[in-house]
């Protein structure tokens, strides 16, 4: 090797006792742990890490093997769903997801679980060369389908998708005897000699309503036993089970979580084949970017969640992955939004060359010690799941239930103080965006859940809902507006005027923000011009404390209705509220309570 390639010998080497030094230095004298973080449910991130001693790469995908690339097949017009579907295929797509409407997976669209209209959405496809996810209840039609076209099921590379306690936790209902239909159904789909895999046990519909990754991880493995009982019950051996089932997983823009999440899930997978006594085969492992994540404010900025998203799925060892378009949670993707997320994976592989290194974030102490958090807190649940009875029991006494909605509400106060910012939604909102273009086509309504066994439906959920609620009750009231009595030169007060700006508009409140004032006198009538009800003082903490409280005086004078401070000035905040400063917005603050309290004084009806 050229000595110009010897990277590692150009960097000098530092002991951690010299970086815990220059961290502290920089902290002036605080400790390192200081800058220590915890995910949603607790576990701890520290700033710093070792390098993982005694860690082997994780067995993934087969070597120098690159994942699928899964497009969703989900338009209910099957003309056009076949046209995309076969533009997908010969631009760089290797397989196709169908959702069926009706499921929660289709997002309110999908195929008709009928023959023909299977028939007509896959004409011209090769069964035998394309790989096929089934999602939701249509399997029965995709078999008579398949039989139609004469295809050797032997053949076919195909995922059937049942998942009846996933579509429980999503509808709320699960057929009484579910254990032995699916059984009978496996057995009947074998005879006819499909291989599978059979079931596929889902994390979406937790990660939808809010878990976090180790939740999501500890509901897929209480499952996956869950199912495996149920098979046994039923007449199957342990390791006959084992190998009907795959998993599919949400990954996020959290790019080292959602890697350690897969990660984990392979070690969770293994531990669980151990604990069995059945000979280890490999986990299928499918990755779809997080639908809560993305946002209907400023979509494209979708296209950099999932792009990150992917590449974690990629590094993570996804057998194959499914990115969203950027519209996704606008209505239907059109042929844009498919085009640049398949071509996302196409770079990802074909430039980025991911796939060419099997686990490249083995010894990472960040990662391994992150992927060894979330299997210890998926497995502490998991144990707590199956002592309740496994999945189906844990669901329908609301355990798994109370679980998220604890990390989801800490989440919430993450995003509602801006600590976890949503671009374009809650942080630097684009309040004059225009329409994203989407296909048209009708919704169709989640389908009821079966007769039986009842739960707690958990609830789709994504992080922006609460901002765009806010934009949409905004403009339904006509755009309100927020007078800015900017106070001082420019340049004194630019930071905190656009930090103020992204405050109010993220609440779809308008900054009339392009005067700024050298002295009082004048602020007054230029607020009664501007036509708003409510104005922001924006001025460095000096000018605060020369002109601050006669500038209140001088604009509840002139009939604010509510006057805020871009700012904590301590010192000062007594002085200025006795003036007539009614509220405050600061980094850290509540901003959706905020935003929400303003709707409410102006007025505003909640969309």
Not at 237 to 255: K, W
Request: net charge negative.
């Amino acid at each position: 090797m050229s000595d110009a390639l010897r990277i590692t010998d150009t960097f000098p080497g530092f002991s951690r006792d010299e970086w815990v030094a220059a961290v502290e230095k920089a902290l002036k004298g605080k400790p390192v742990s200081r800058l220590t973080t915890k995910t949603v449910d607790g576990l701890e991130v520290e700033p710093m890490y070792h390098r993982a001693k005694g860690k082997e790469p994780l067995a993934m995908r087969a070597d120098n093997t690159p994942w699928a690339v899964a497009q969703r097949v989900d338009n209910p017009d099957v003309a056009k769903a076949n046209k995309q579907a076969l533009d997908d295929l010969k631009n760089g797509s290797n397989m196709l997801v169908v959702p069926f409407a009706g499921s929660a997976a289709a997002r309110g669209y999908g195929i008709a679980a009928d023959k023909d209209a299977i028939a007509k959405a896959l004409d011209g496809v090769m069964l035998d060369v394309v790989s096929l996810r089934l999602e939701g209840a249509g399997q029965a039609a995709f078999v008579e389908f398949v039989e139609a076209k004469g295809a050797a099921p032997a053949g076919l590379c195909l995922s059937f998708g049942f998942d009846p306690l996933g579509n429980f936790a999503s509808t709320g209902g699960v057929a009484t005897g579910w254990a032995a239909e699916l059984a009978e159904t496996i057995r009947g789909l074998q005879d006819k000699g499909f291989k599978g895999p059979f079931i596929t046990v889902d994390g979406r519909p937790y990660h939808d309503a809010g878990a976090s990754d180790s939740q999501e991880l500890g509901a897929v493995v209480a499952t996956i036993i869950t199912y495996v009982k149920a098979l046994e019950e039923n007449g199957f051996d342990t390791a006959e089970a084992f190998g009907l089932i795959d998993v599919t997983l949400s990954v996020s823009a959290d790019q080292f979580g959602s890697l350690s999440k897969l990660r984990a899930m392979r070690k969770l997978w293994a531990n669980l084949l151990d604990a069995a006594g059945v000979e280890f085969k490999a986990l299928s492992l499918h990755a779809e970017t997080s639908f809560a994540m993305t946002t209907r404010l400023d979509p494209w900025v979708n296209t950099l969640r999932v792009s990150t998203a992917g590449f974690a799925a990629g590094v993570g060892g996804a057998n194959s992955v499914c990115i969203l378009p950027h519209a996704i949670a606008l209505g239907l993707p059109n042929a844009l939004g498919r085009r640049i997320v398949r071509n996302l994976q196409i770079m990802l592989i074909e430039e980025s060359n991911l796939y060419r290194v099997t686990d490249p974030a083995a010894g990472s102490g960040y990662v391994e010690d992150l992927t060894d958090q979330y299997g210890n807190a998926a497995w502490v649940l998991f144990q707590e799941i199956f002592a309740a009875g496994g999945i189906d029991a844990a669901l329908k006494s609301g355990l798994v239930q109370e679980a998220i909605a604890k990390s989801s509400e800490v989440r919430n106060a993450l995003i509602a103080k801006r600590k976890e910012a949503l671009t374009g939604s809650s942080a630097f909102p684009n309040i004059l965006e225009g329409e994203t273009a989407v296909d048209e086509a009708e919704r169709t309504e989640l389908a009821a859940a079966p007769a039986g066994e009842s739960c707690e439906p958990l609830k789709v959920f994504r992080y922006s809902m609460p901002f765009e609620a806010l934009r949409d009750a905004a403009k339904a009231a006509g755009e309100p507006t927020v007078f800015f009595a900017q106070i001082g030169k420019i340049a004194e007060f630019t930071a905190r005027a656009t930090w103020a700006k992204n405050f109010f508009e993220a609440g779809g409140i308008k900054s009339l923000s392009d005067q700024n004032f050298l002295e009082t006198g004048e602020i007054g009538a230029a607020f009664k011009a501007s036509g708003a009800k409510i104005a922001c003082l924006v001025a460095s903490d000096a000018r605060y404390e020369e002109m601050g409280e006669e500038v209140a005086k001088e604009l509840k004078e002139a009939g604010v209705e509510m006057l805020w401070l871009a700012g904590r000035p301590a010192d000062i905040m007594e002085k200025l509220s006795a003036a007539g400063v009614e509220a405050y917005c600061f980094e850290g603050c509540d901003v959706l309570g905020e935003l929400q309290n303003i709707h409410a004084r102006l007025g505003i009806a909640k969309a």
